[in-house]
């Protein structure tokens, strides 16, 4: 992948945004916490596309696995990504990807271009639910439907807030995001 000065500059802010927006968390009883990660997630996907915006996420992830407590409740290390809910951290990927996706896929506007992120949000917290719960299910032995009640359910309510959340401010950071990419 080459990245011009600007697109490493937006990535680099979009994984200080994650950085900054990740630690924010309030735990739950089944150990997985509510955080703004995945707000974040979806945000440089949404902003920076499929492959600027997964490589923030990747820099985000390697700064946690080397100390900086970036990861829910300012925790940090690699045993951390490599721990219970580390499929959910490496699931972060495929969904900045899938959203950064529709993202570059999207040339309409109002109701349709809302549709499609929506999707590509849904379609890729999916995924991400996929590989952190059957991760979870290998880690701590539990079956699927406890796992869906500890790791899933409880967490889409406030996802799909985040998917609004970040239908609305996209088209707002959009412009400037464009700026900074080709100034």
Known sequence: MNLNVKE????????????????VSLPLSGGVPVSLATFAV????????????TLAVLIYII????????????????????????????????????????????????????ALRTGGMLAGTAVLYLIGT???MKYTGMDLMASLAACVI???PGDF??????CVL??????????????
């Open 42 to 53: 979806m945000l440089a996907g949404e902003l920076l596309g499929s492959k600027c915006g």
């Open 161 to 166: 807030l985040k998917m609004a959340i970040v």
């Open 8 to 23: 490493t500059a937006a990535t680099a802010v979009m994984a200080a945004v994650i950085c900054v927006l990740s630690p």
């Open 134 to 136: 059957v991760w979870f």
């Open 63 to 114: 700064l946690g696995m080397t100390g900086l407590p970036v990861f829910a409740g300012y925790s940090s290390g690699a045993g951390i990504v490599f721990g219970m809910t580390g499929g959910y951290i490496l699931g972060y990927l495929p969904l900045a990807y899938i959203c950064g996706m529709t993202a570059e896929a999207d040339h309409s506007s109002g109701w349709k271009s809302m």
């Open 170 to 183: 996209t088209p707002r950071l959009m412009p400037a995001v464009r700026r900074l990419r080709t100034a």
């Open 154 to 156: 409880p967490f889409l």
